[in-house]
Nanobody, 127 residues
Framework: QVQLVESGGGLVQAGGSLRLSCAAS????????MGWFRQAPGKEREFVAA????????YYADSVKGRFTISRDNAKNTVYLQMNSLKPEDTAVYYC????????????????????WGQGTQVTVSS
């Protein structure tokens, strides 16, 4: 059974930074792409960033491009989301997700393609 545990959320002022972590267990982490999504109050969950199994393909939502960086450490079975220049509109619960198919060369940006999800971590950006 795959388990994903996010951490690193919190309260930060606009312009600040946070780094989210997602620790994975239950299968060979390095074979699978990973993604980050977020859900703001009253809104649907949306794609934020994704990284392929090899880190050769990375994709960002336009709203975070240039401010957020996704990365992975396969030795630690962990995927990260470095968030800089945070804005109040970045306030949301952030979820990591795992691709069910190994060695996919494309980056998956639709949440329906992911089959494992973490419990989420709250990020609140004050103005």
């Amino acid at each position: 059974q795959v388990q994903l545990v996010e951490s690193g959320g919190g309260l930060v002022q606009a312009g600040g930074s946070l780094r989210l972590s997602c620790a994975a267990s239950g299968r060979t982490f390095k074979w699978y792409a990973m993604g980050w999504f977020r859900q703001a109050p009253g809104k649907e969950r949306e794609f934020v960033a994704a990284i392929s199994w090899s880190s050769g393909s990375i994709y960002y939502a336009d709203s975070v491009k240039g401010r957020f960086t996704i990365s992975r450490d396969n030795a630690k079975n962990t995927v990260y989301l470095q968030m800089n220049s945070l804005k109040p509109e970045d306030t949301a619960v952030y979820y990591c997700a795992a691709d069910p198919l190994p060695f996919r060369t494309i980056v998956v940006v639709t949440q329906d393609e992911y089959d494992y999800w973490g419990q989420g971590t709250q990020v609140t950006v004050s103005s």
